[in-house]
């Protein structure tokens, strides 16, 4: 199987290198422009997303022919008193120095952890990956959150990479291979190729 995994576009908050997490924020009109600029797969038929807006709207965009799937635990990590600040706004912010002294691993006041956010989307993929495997899909589409890839890939992404080594900018992502046989003893994803725009995927990995 196949995996592709997008990255929603750019947000005023993206662009103001604020935290949004579980805030609900849409596309700004540059990244609408930017994702159409970065082209589009109209024959793809479904593509998982999280439910937050700026992921739904990446996905009808890039996917507009696609029946979209919410998966509720795609949603971005919730980052809690934080969100809407900048690091900048944080500067003298002691829960805030803490939280980046633990490189942003612990647990956010009002929010979660990363090891938490990671368990939660990692275990919503695994439930998306045994129903496609139910039915015989050969590819799978997920459009969510620089944080979604991150964890997605910090737990099964091969070759092995710390969390941040996976990072993405808006509208980016990566091709994975699943090899089905495996998966239930051995999780992984492999042959990574990462992408700036839908417009640089190699054809022969994903494909009508």
Known sequence: MEILILRHGKTSMNRDG???GRTDV??????????????TLPWVKKVCVSPMSRATRTAEICFPNAEQIPVPDFREMDFGIFEGLNYEEMTGNEEYQKWV?????????????????????CAAFEGVVREAMAVGEKQLFIAAH???????LSRFGRPEKDYYDWFVKNG?????????????SSPELTEPIPFAALAEIPPERIHP
């Open 146 to 152: 620089g944080g979604t890839v991150m964890a997605l």
């Open 101 to 121: 002294d633990g490189m942003c691993r612990g647990k956010c006041p009002g929010g979660e952890s990363m090891p938490e956010f990671v368990d939660r989307v």
């Open 18 to 20: 604020r935290y949004q």
């Open 172 to 184: 980016g992502g990566y091709i994975l291979h699943l090899e089905e046989s495996s998966w239930a």
């Open 26 to 39: 849409p596309l700004c009109p540059e990244g609408e422009e930017e994702l159409r600029r970065f082209g």
